[in-house]
């Protein structure tokens, strides 16, 4: 049964009449719920008019997502004092609700006191190093505030298991945020720094973590490759690939790219090719391995020759040539942007944009492919 139009309070939302009487006989026609009405009471402060609304209302319904999801992401955000956009996708609603459901979370820990069982891994630290170890859940909550990530997603496995710690260190001006787990393979127990973020999630380059594995006492086995020494092969792999699209007459290839909310993938793959052109047509492709030696404590890499469709290899590359720069463009609000290459004048360029409340080019960069003779 419809609630009557004369027991829902609509004055505080100060409409003028011209759209006041339409919401009225929307209520009526059962076409907003009387329950929505708190929900046009927080997004009307995000329209630039109240006129806005009545065209706002068909895009919510549009939408498809459940009332009570929308009101509690409008309702984070005023917490959070994070601005929205009334006109954002159902994807882009999504992705600031898992976004927003994570600073919860991380306030949350904040307010905690948890303490942290990691003595097994003091005792492998060196005395003094230029960090501290996050000791409690209420520690832990104000690094992923402060840092912006979803360290967070880690208190489950620090209470549970006494081998693992977070550890914040301070290399190169900068706060990074260190995974640090005790090894109990051989005799001797070691530590293994398992992973490094820095704000937003920003992943830390192979020198930094040599940085840091120094300043906690870390050996790194010889095997390790020097972290100056570590290349970017995409460039070969290009270099390796612009014949064989040349000799099937594809003029350029360009790849789209998007991620947030803790992952990212390629979204469109679009060959500039004559017709009759098969995209996934498999040749015999180099696959590179990275294998975890437990005895060395470092990785090896053997290659073998793969039949892998075109579209794939594309993919691949343009997936490491995104691992090479550094950037994060999948976590948080996320990122966005397009690999390019231009087949036929033998240039290829990567365009890497971060969201923040706006987005920013991070990282551009074109080269030109050097042919032998």
Aim: with cysteine.
């Amino acid at each position: 049964m419809n609630a009557s139009i004369e027991t829902i309070n609509l004055q505080s939302l100060n409409l003028p009449k011209r759209v006041l009487q339409p919401i009225k006989q929307l209520i009526k026609l059962d076409a907003v719920k009387p329950e929505e009405i708190p929900i046009v009471e927080l997004i009307l402060s995000n329209l630039p008019q109240p006129d806005m609304l009545l065209p706002w209302l068909v895009h919510y319904r549009g939408l498809g997502l459940a009332r009570g999801y929308f009101k509690d992401i409008l309702d984070m955000a005023v917490t959070f004092n994070r601005l929205v956009n009334p006109w954002w996708s159902k994807k882009r609603w999504q992705e600031e609700h898992d976004s927003l459901s994570r600073l919860a979370t991380l306030k949350t820990l904040a307010e905690e006191n948890i303490v942290y069982e990691n003595q097994l891994v003091r005792d492998l630290l060196p005395e003094s190093f230029p960090g501290y170890v996050i000791s409690s859940s209420r520690r832990l909550g104000m690094e992923g505030l402060r840092q912006r990530h979803c360290v967070a997603s880690y208190h489950h496995l620090l209470v549970a298991n006494q081998n693992s710690a977070i550890i914040s260190m301070f290399v190169d001006k900068c706060r990074w945020t260190c995974e640090v787990y005790r090894r109990d393979y051989s005799e001797t127990p070691y530590l293994d720094v398992t992973q490094v973020k820095g704000l937003l999630n920003q992943p830390a380059s192979a020198k930094v973590i040599h940085k840091i594995k120094n300043a906690l006492g870390i050996e790194e086995s010889a095997n390790a490759p020097c972290p100056e020494e570590v290349s970017a092969d995409y460039h070969d792999q290009l270099t390796a690939l612009l014949p064989i699209l040349r000799d099937r007459g594809v003029a350029s290839v360009r790849v789209e790219f998007d991620g947030s909310g803790d992952s990212g993938s390629i979204e469109d793959v679009n060959f500039d090719a004559p017709e009759g052109f098969n995209e996934k047509e498999v040749i015999d492709w180099p696959n590179v391995v990275k294998v975890w030696d437990s005895e060395t404590r470092a990785f090896k890499f053997s290659e073998t020759i793969e039949p892998t469709p075109l579209v794939e290899i594309v993919e691949r590359v343009t997936e490491d040539w995104l691992e090479s720069t550094g950037v994060d463009w999948y976590n948080n609000d996320g990122g966005y942007g397009h690999f390019e290459f231009d087949v036929e004048n033998a240039r290829y360029g990567l365009d890497v944009n971060v969201r923040y409340t706006e987005s920013s080019v991070e990282y551009s960069d074109e080269f030109e492919v050097e042919l032998s003779e």
